[in-house]
């Protein structure tokens, strides 16, 4: 899709229902995000979630769709230990119905993306805002602001590029930043998250679009609820939304 120049439409889900009404209503790619632990748990962070419950919910998500591609997050200490312990792990997605895994992380992980790829398990990257390292980030802030922030974040796309990963999450990171990494790279495409409109595609939290999860509201969300005639009405508009450059606007960057 990159090559072709079409945006990727990508929303998170944790269910067979909501994987159906995806699927009709035209989402490319399905991240069974660990965003779980947000917004079916109600925890305030995603580091409860274990790989119990991503392997639940990836068999869910898996047996109500057909079409679209399927992405699951690797939890909280999955992959901390190194390759072998993410590959154990990364299999046990695999088996569930998982199509690629992501893996939250820059020059750390770079040695696992490559140990997965070479043994047949697709993997997307994520950098910018990586929420499982919320204790150690102070918050869930804007990342790459200042010039050495930045410059990290350009090396990390092009070493995980580098070790095989195909897609890459870029969560909060300016839109100006997000454009020129999503332009430094040939063949890994980018999905932005509070990155801009000029990534490879978007994706959101699920409940955030829809306007029914409780919590604060980032600045990168907007309610697709908002003058549509059904939930399947909302996912179809983001889907346009985001093919056709709409969204995110300017309103939503940092
Ligand atoms: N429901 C939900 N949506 C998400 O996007 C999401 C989750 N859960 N859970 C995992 C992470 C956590 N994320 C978050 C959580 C909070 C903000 C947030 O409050 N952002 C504020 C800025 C806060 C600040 O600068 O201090 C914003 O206005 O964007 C952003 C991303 C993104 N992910
Ligand atoms: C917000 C996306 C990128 C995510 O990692 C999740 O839903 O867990
Ligand atoms: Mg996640």
């Known amino acids: 899709m990159r090559a072709e120049g079409r945006k990727v439409v990508m929303l998170t889900c944790y ?24 917004v079916l748990q109600g925890q305030t962070s995603t580091l409860p979630v274990t790989m119990d ?18 992405v699951t997050d690797m939890p909280f200490g999955s992959y901390h230990e190194g390759p072998a312990q993410a590959m154990r792990n990364a299999a046990r997605l695999m088996a569930a119905g998982a199509q690629m895994v992501k893996i939250e992380g820059g020059a750390h992980v770079v040695e696992t993306v490559h140990y997965l790829v ?28 200042d010039e050495d922030g930045a410059a990290r974040l350009r090396a990390e796309a092009l070493a995980l590029e580098q070790a095989g990963a195909a897609l890459m999450v870029m969560e909060m990171v300016p ?4 454009a020129e990494i999503t332009a430094s790279l040939r063949t890994m495409a980018t999905i932005g998250i509070g990155a801009g409109a000029d ?21 990168f969300v907007r309610n697709f609820m908002d003058g549509a005639a059904s939930i399947e009405d909302a996912v179809a508009r983001y889907a346009a939304a985001v093919r056709d450059g709409s969204f995110p606007a ?3 960057n940092y």
């Open 175 to 178: 839109a100006g930043l997000a």
């Open 53 to 70: 419950h991503m392997v639940y919910h990836t068999e869910c998500v898996s047996r109500g769709c057909q079409r679209p591609f399927i």
């Open 250 to 252: 300017e309103e939503h």
């Open 15 to 38: 269910d067979a229902s909501f994987a159906a009404l995806l699927d009709r209503a035209g989402v490319d790619v399905i991240l069974v995000g660990d965003s779980l632990g947000n």
């Open 199 to 219: 990534c490879d595609g978007q994706v959101l939290v699920l409940h955030d679009m829809l306007g029914v999860y409780p919590g604060r509201k980032a600045r």
């Open 118 to 145: 070479e043994r047949g398990v697709p993997v997307c990257a994520h950098i910018g805002l990586t929420p499982q390292s919320v204790n150690q980030l102070g918050g869930y802030r804007v990342q790459g602001r």
